[in-house]
């Protein structure tokens, strides 16, 4: 078993939807927990980090996380074109982060 | 520097060559990072430095690959003897805090053996 999760994708919404990216975790002891955005060619950047049971909003963008099911998401409200991206999740177990592979958000005009 | 400086940014050598790529983190980051990304996956974890100390290389892949921090700033991951399947873009990030959780990446550095 990976130690991070995610389905590979692709997802595919239409614009103005909401987006739901999914990461389920291995390791009890992680205690934060983090989503990247990385476009095709870039490096991955921080979006979102997540330390507490609930929800987390920052503008169009809402972390969840529930450590009871070792489980993370990233909801993306009015989803743009400009979203497509592949979403990596990450856990800090800590000492190192650990990605997961990636769900790939393609968002159609 | 602005951000975190990898170099080079492309390199294409021939098998059983040694490669070293050079990191330069954001300057006054602590904690620095290298990590490796085949296409379509995550970026995979090999090792990470708190100042000058190496605090975890359970992630390089076997005894060919090798990092230092000597400064406790610029970084250098060195592959020995490298194989078609060290082919990938090695990936280096840091962060302000020692062991931090938030860190930030550099562009990459690609490598391609031949």
């Known amino acids: 078993q990976k130690e991070v999760e995610q389905n590979s994708g692709p997802l595919s919404v239409p614009e103005g939807a909401i987006a739901s990216l999914n990461c389920t975790y291995s390791?009890?002891?992680?205690?934060?927990f983090f989503w990247y955005r990385q476009y095709s060619g870039k490096s991955p950047e921080l979006i979102m980090s997540?330390?507490?049971?609930g929800d987390k909003e920052d503008g169009r963008f809402t972390a969840q996380l529930n450590k009871a099911s070792q489980y993370v998401s990233l909801l993306i409200r009015d989803s743009q074109p400009s979203d497509s991206a592949t979403y990596l999740c990450?856990?800090?177990?800590?000492?190192?982060?650990?990605f997961g592979q990636g769900t790939e958000l393609s968002v159609k005009p | 520097g602005a951000g975190v400086s990898q170099s080079p940014r492309y390199k294409v050598t021939k098998r059983g060559q040694d490669v070293a790529l050079r990191c330069d983190p954001i300057?006054?980051?602590?904690?620095l990072y290298w990590y490796r990304q085949a296409l379509g996956q995550g970026p995979e974890f090999l090792t990470y430095?708190?100042?000058?100390?190496?605090?975890?290389k359970s992630g390089l892949p076997n005894d060919r690959f090798s990092a230092e921090r000597p400064e406790g700033s610029i970084s250098t991951l060195t592959i020995q003897r490298t194989e078609q399947r060290d082919s990938a873009m090695y990936r280096c990030?840091?962060?302000?805090?020692?062991?931090?959780?938030?860190?930030?990446f550099g562009e990459g550095s690609w490598l391609t053996v031949v």
């Open positions: 990030a840091s962060s302000p805090y020692s062991s931090g959780n938030t860190i930030y």
């Open positions: 390791d009890r002891v992680s205690q934060s």
């Open positions: 997540i330390y507490s049971n």
């Open positions: 990450a856990v800090f177990p800590p000492g190192k982060l650990i």
């Open positions: 300057s006054g980051h602590v904690s």
């Open positions: 430095f708190n100042y000058e100390a190496q605090q975890d």
